[in-house]
């Protein structure tokens, strides 16, 4: 069964950094596309960035705008979300999410596992 652990969020004020990171379990690591969604309170679930399975590409929501930076580390079995000049518009539930195959996707719906989230918080 595979498992999604994500921790690194909390609270922060504007323009601050957090670095989120995902720590996947239960099969192998490398075969998979990872992603980061995230969903603010009374909102859908929106494509934060994703990174494919060789981690040669990354592909980020518009919004991001430079500001944030996803990276993994097969070794680890972890995928990093390292976001920096955070806002208060950033503010939400942050979730890991893997599927399988090579190609990124902005889909939540095409990814197979997802972790339980972890809150972020930006002060203004």
């Known amino acids: 069964q595979v498992q999604l652990v994500e921790s690194g969020g909390g609270l922060v004020q504007a323009g601050g950094s957090l670095n989120l990171s995902c720590v996947v379990s239960?099969?192998?690591?490398?075969?998979?596309?990872m992603g980061w969604f995230r969903q603010a309170s009374g909102k859908e679930r929106e494509f934060v960035a994703g990174i494919s399975w060789s981690g040669t590409s990354t592909y980020y929501g518009d919004f991001v705008k430079g500001r944030f930076t996803i990276s993994r580390d097969d070794a680890k079995n972890t995928v990093w979300l390292q976001m920096n000049s955070l806002k208060p518009e950033d503010t939400a539930v942050y979730y890991c999410?893997?599927?399988?195959?090579?190609?990124?996707?902005?889909?939540?719906?095409?990814?197979?596992?997802w972790g339980q989230g972890t809150q972020v918080t930006v002060s203004s």
């Open positions: 239960g099969r192998t690591f490398s075969s998979y596309g």
């Open positions: 999410a893997a599927r399988d195959g090579s190609i990124i996707s902005t889909l939540a719906s095409s990814y197979h596992y």
